[in-house]
């Protein structure tokens, strides 16, 4: 099972959220390291994420023909 962590970038839809991972890769020649975003889907079935949640997801049966992913931690997010 594939785990990741990311922040929620958008909740407009009914349980399911978009959540922006970061990763860094190193590049296949020069191998300095390059950051990669990826923005997922996720099921949130109580729709408790907001904008700025720092979540973990992980894989799991398909929801949705996008929405492959369930939120099964969140972190809130601090309004400084």
Known sequence: MRTQ???V???????TVVIEVISFEPHPLYKKRYRKVSKLK??????????GDTVT?????????SVYFKVTSRT?????
Do not use: F, H, W
Request: include cysteine.
């Open 5 to 7: 962590k990311g922040t």
């Open 9 to 15: 970038v958008s909740n407009k839809m009914d349980k």
């Open 42 to 51: 996720a099921r949130d079935e109580k729709n408790e994420c907001q904008i």
């Open 57 to 65: 997801i992980t894989e799991t049966r398909p929801y949705s023909k």
């Open 76 to 80: 809130l997010a601090t309004n400084n």
